[in-house]
């Protein structure tokens, strides 16, 4: 077709110029009073369509949250290798979640583990957003982090 309203024909007359022009008759909106539709190629829209899906599949990047695990006896050189390990993630444009865990009587020093992750926050200020500050969670001291736009 070139594109033009034939206006409010009847289903019968409708099937007929779409078999006229070697095309399919596709119900565009059928709520609508008398319902749309349309005389196209309904194979190579269907078609468009999934090319489309796939382009915009191809754009989005998919954020993953990695986790970087601690504990408040964890030593200076450990920390700083974790750290690198969380920068690296950063890089690669992820989430990740820094968990300090608890264990028995340690719960009672929360203190510790916070100022350490004050550190961590401080030593990480220029390379990410801070999306939850050191929050108690149980047994567990979540702060998450995600990388500079």
């Known amino acids: 077709m070139d594109g033009n309203q034939l206006g409010v024909i009847s289903l019968t007359d409708a099937l007929a110029e779409a078999t006229k022009a070697g095309l399919d008759l ?25 090319k489309k899906v796939q382009v915009s599949k191809k754009s989005q990047t ?3 949250v990695k986790e970087i695990r601690l504990r408040p ?8 290798t974790k750290i690198k390990h969380v920068r690296k993630f950063l890089e690669q444009h ?3 979640k820094i968990s300090m865990m608890f264990r028995g009587r340690e719960i009672a020093y929360t ?5 350490i992750m004050e550190g961590i926050k401080e030593t990480l ?4 957003i801070i999306d939850q500050h050191p929050k108690l969670e149980g047994r567990n001291m979540i702060m998450i982090v995600s990388p500079k736009k």
């Open 26 to 50: 596709v119900e565009v909106s059928p709520t609508a009073a008398p319902p749309v539709c349309r005389i196209m190629d309904y194979g190579k829209f269907r078609y468009q369509q999934s």
């Open 62 to 64: 998919v954020i993953q």
């Open 73 to 80: 006896k964890t030593e200076e050189h450990d920390l700083e």
């Open 94 to 96: 992820n989430k990740v």
């Open 111 to 115: 203190e510790i583990g916070r100022k």
């Open 125 to 128: 200020a220029d390379d990410c």
